[in-house]
């Protein structure tokens, strides 16, 4: 008999959350990765607001920099944009002992990370999220990847950062657009496992829509990644206990592949997913419609959008039909039996869940 005996690294991984992170982001580099080269990978916004500094950390620190600048947004999560960053990672030489800076949103580190996952066969990366989408939730867990036309995430892989070093203070340069998406994450995990979240959430909704200073949305933050720590710990390969993070991704992975990832942020795609996953919830699963209700409600409070702007078509339900999360039998949406608890269905038919989605077109509103 052989045996081969693997040992994933890292092994484990910090994940800290506190403000001037990115002034020290080249000792904190350093304290994790002893190579002299970094590959900073960011977009075009974060560039042009914390690139220089997080240059000039990390070469005060002794290390070699490359930096390589994406555009902003959900289409830069392409084959294409990793492309370009293989070639021009191997025209520099970069070789296995480089580390790859990821500094900004969810997409740059799917991207960033993706790009490390497989370029030289795995190359080490961290990750300096810079929303707080990406602080709490999407930095966190090693699922990197890039989208195709036909689907969201098709192409990926697991590969944890050595590090997730958030800085709060970068909320303050959000759009009001961006932290209202980001927030939709934070209310998933209150949804489907952290229910004392979610009376948190309303104190930010009757302060407003704007975006509020940072330590009052950090305690939030630290405890959505708390959450996603430990549900990665328990199924790092999503095959059991992760697939609960998917609450509301479903449909929400199919509106933006069916727009061409022109018309929501990812965020505010999953808010119209999961108003769609609760009222599925009443239908199929005993949610109550009051709890149900509360939890939409709570949605809109916090200036996300819970309605279709008219009633999707065939691209949406073809997008659908061919998500990753498809079963051998029908689709499989994550639902909630009660708030603060999940459950994975497979959807035997769309007719009910067609019947949900028309519900919830801007025109009609009203109950399934």
Not at 67 to 74: D, F, M, T, Y
Not at 189 to 195: H, K, S
Request: aromatic share 4%.
């Amino acid at each position: 008999m052989i045996r081969v005996r693997i040992r994933v690294a890292p092994a484990e991984y910090e994940v800290r959350v506190a403000p001037g992170l990115l002034a020290r982001a080249g000792s904190l580099v350093r304290s994790v990765h002893r190579g002299a080269v970094a590959a900073v990978v960011t977009d075009r916004t974060v560039d042009r607001l914390y690139g220089a500094k997080v240059v000039r950390s990390l070469e005060a620190a002794g290390f070699e920099v490359s930096r390589s600048v994406l555009p902003a947004g959900e289409r830069a999560k392409s084959l294409h944009r990793v492309e370009t960053l293989w070639t021009r990672w191997a025209r520099m030489g970069l070789g296995r002992d480089a580390i790859v800076v990821a500094l900004g949103g969810g997409v740059v580190s799917d991207v960033a990370g993706f790009a490390a996952a497989s370029y030289a066969r795995g190359i080490s990366w961290v990750a300096f999220p810079t929303t707080v989408i990406g602080q709490a939730d999407a930095a966190i867990g090693g699922k990197v990847g890039v989208n195709l036309a036909s689907g969201k995430n098709l192409i990926g892989a697991f590969h944890h950062p050595l590090a997730v070093f958030a800085d709060i203070d970068t909320l303050r340069t959000l759009t009001p657009r961006a932290y209202r998406a980001g927030l939709a994450e934070i209310a998933k995990i209150g949804m489907i496992a952290r229910p004392h979240l979610l009376p948190r959430l309303e104190g930010l909704a009757r302060a407003g829509t704007r975006v509020p200073r940072p330590s009052l949305v950090a305690p939030l933050i630290r405890a959505a990644a708390s959450a996603k720590a430990a549900t990665v710990e328990a199924d790092e390969r999503d095959q059991g206990a992760r697939l609960a993070l998917n609450f509301g991704h479903t449909v929400g992975h199919a509106l933006e592949a069916a727009s061409g990832y022109r018309s929501h942020l990812h965020g505010e795609a999953v808010s119209i997913g999961m108003a769609a996953a609760l009222r599925l919830s009443v239908l199929e699963v005993g949610l109550d419609p009051v709890d149900a209700m509360e939890a939409e409600t709570l949605l809109a409070r916090l200036g996300l959008p819970t309605r279709f702007r008219r009633e999707p078509g065939e691209a949406f339900w073809k997008a659908l039909a061919r998500d990753k999360k498809r079963g051998r039998s029908g689709v499989r949406m994550v639902l909630c039996p009660a708030i603060g608890e999940s459950k994975l269905f497979t959807l035997p038919a769309l007719t009910t869940l067609r019947r949900v989605v028309r519900s919830l077109v801007r025109h009609t509103g009203g109950n399934p």
